[in-house]
């Protein structure tokens, strides 16, 4: 067993004021380090890093209530125990008890657990019971999935938990497939069986659901299965759309972008050579980033969009401008306002695309086509249920993410549309947001319902985006935004933008200003988050106290 001992800092016993932290590095144990930091008059020591990729919390947010934000993705720790209360960090933060004697500041632990600075949840477990009604089954297998599967061992739920993903691998990482176009599933998944194992999680993979009879509390697979359940929970995510013009459906080289299957035949279409005409079709993040990746290996990127600018529906012209810029200065070609005609069979092989077609006759080149012109709700297996869908496909849910009109089901991930409470919002608010943190927190947020009942605790959207400098982003924009407010140096990327609709600051996108972003998601949820009068008279958001009550 290993020894737990005390450790001292490297560190001035100087006086820390709540909220304030440092980085001190733990004499005796070669380049180990902890955050040491002052919450409610008490000194607490962590893992000086995110458990998510990495990122310095010496860097990150700490409001009053003792919850630590990470400056890069938004990932949310309890500093008194280090546990993981947002994504998409899964893992904890080890956290040691800090004492102070003869004027120097001591902590007690493990020297494995100093030198790894974070621990797994303790989510072992071996069901009382595997089916009926105290059982949970998740169809779906990505974020909100494994959102709600740790949620729910974490808080103590002894039920079967059965999960029926369509996808033949675990869990992944699915933000780094764009940004990076890797296909192996062992590099970007989550947690291994042997973790779900212990969890007492029954996997079945490549497993799709065809109907759903809620009275009875039964799905039906398209393999002829049936299973029952005491709650289900959706966790479908999103089908990439397709363009309804010739060529689309019927010719090869012409891809989507959603799972390992499709980078690997992207992968395998663009080959080790360097130089091959790539045409990207649509402007959003996936669009942009896939272009960025493979612009980054060498290959002749051409993107083609609807808008004026990439991103303007999202983000607006202003900054439509600045990411345009960055991937032409990484190489890529855009075509902007212009709409696609067909796509036209290579000359070389009538099977495979030569040709996009563009209205008004021209012509562009392509190798090889990757759509991302967004995805649709994946609820099929929905439409003859009983449930209502909405008119873009998605499920109503309530604060709890449980689906409105029947009993005992929840949806989680970019297949909901939920309750939406920060600024800009009014009570009848609703929001379907595509990002990956929002579905592992609806994830976590369902589990807590299931386990607890306890009341919803609301989160405020956070995405972020390879783009050259990276890109944060907080907040939701479903009432619109009616103007934008840009602080820093545009062109070197370093700026925040305020997205403002009437007086209220509703999101905000940073490039090199880190934690601005993950700042204002806080203040946004503290109700605190200064005004458009405010940003423009030079408010820092930096300087604004992160204060204990939850506003939403």
Excluded at 86 to 113: M, Q, R, W
Excluded at 422 to 436: A, C, I, L, N, Q
Aim: aromatic fraction near 6%; charged fraction near 25%; proline fraction near 4%.
């Amino acid at each position: 067993m290993a020894t737990v001992q005390e450790y001292r800092l490297k560190v001035d016993n100087e006086e820390l004021k709540n909220g304030q932290k440092k980085e001190a590095e733990v004499e005796g144990i070669e380049g180990a380090k902890v955050v040491l930091l002052k919450v409610n008059d008490q000194l607490r020591a962590l893992g000086p890093k995110c458990t998510h990729y990495g990122a310095p919390l010496i860097k990150g947010v700490v409001a009053g209530d003792g919850r630590i934000t990470c400056p890069w993705h938004g990932a949310c720790f309890n500093t008194s125990t280090g546990d993981i209360e947002n994504a998409p960090a899964l893992d904890h933060l080890a956290s040691f008890p800090v004492s102070i004697k003869n004027g120097s500041v001591y902590i007690t632990g493990t020297e494995a657990l100093i030198k790894a600075g974070r621990r797994k949840p303790d989510i072992a477990c071996k069901p009382v019971t595997t089916a009926g009604s105290e059982s949970v089954l998740i169809v779906g297998g990505g974020s909100g999935a494994i959102g709600a599967i740790e949620g729910l061992r974490e808080k103590g739920f002894k039920g079967g938990i059965t999960v029926l993903s369509k996808e033949t691998y675990l869990p992944i990482d699915r933000t780094k497939l764009s940004k990076a176009l890797i296909s192996d599933a062992k590099k970007v998944e989550w947690r291994d069986q042997a973790h779900f194992s212990k969890a007492g999680v029954d996997f079945h993979l490549g497993v799709e659901v065809a109907s759903v009879d809620f009275k009875a509390h039964k799905i039906h697979t398209k393999d002829g299965g049936e299973w029952s359940y005491g709650k289900v929970l959706f966790a479908t995510g999103g089908t990439p759309k397709n363009l309804p013009m010739d060529g689309f459906k019927e010719l090869g080289n012409i891809f989507s972008l959603r799972g390992l299957s499709d980078v690997e035949a992207i992968n395998k279409a663009v080959g080790e050579n360097k130089g091959r005409k790539v045409v990207v079709v649509g402007t959003g993040f996936i669009g942009m980033e896939v272009s960025k990746c493979l612009a980054g290996k060498g290959h002749d990127l051409t993107v083609i969009g609807m808008e004026e600018y990439p991103l303007e529906r999202v983000m607006g012209a202003q900054l439509g401008k600045i990411f345009q810029r960055q991937l032409e200065e990484a190489g890529v070609k855009f075509k902007m306002s212009a709409s696609v005609e067909s796509a036209v069979p290579s000359s070389l092989d009538s099977s495979k695309v030569g040709y996009i077609a563009l209205k008004g006759g021209e012509k562009i080149e392509a190798d090889l086509v990757i759509l991302g012109i967004g995805v649709a709700p994946a609820t099929e297996y929905l439409k003859n249920s009983g449930v209502k869908l909405e008119e873009d496909g998605s499920v109503l849910v309530d604060e709890y993410f449980k689906v409105k009109g029947v009993e005992d089901a929840y949806a989680v991930g970019d297949i909901a549309t939920y309750p939406y409470h920060g600024p800009g919002s009014d009570s009848s608010t609703t929001v379907r947001v595509e990002h990956w943190n929002v579905a592992q927190n609806a994830g976590r947020q369902a589990a807590l319902h299931i386990a607890t009942s306890e009341k919803p605790v609301h989160f405020i959207p956070i995405f972020w985006s390879a783009l050259g400098a990276q890109l944060r982003y907080c907040g939701a924009t479903p009432n619109g935004f009616d103007d934008v407010v840009v602080k820093g140096n545009q062109d070197k990327y370093s700026f925040a933008a305020y997205f403002t609709l009437g007086e209220a600051v509703v999101a905000v996108a940073t490039m090199q200003m880190d934690p601005v972003a993950m700042q204002c998601a806080e203040l946004m949820r503290r109700g605190m988050m200064p005004g458009k009068k405010d940003i423009i008279g030079g408010a820092d958001v930096l300087q604004v106290e992160v204060p204990s009550g939850v506003a939403i």
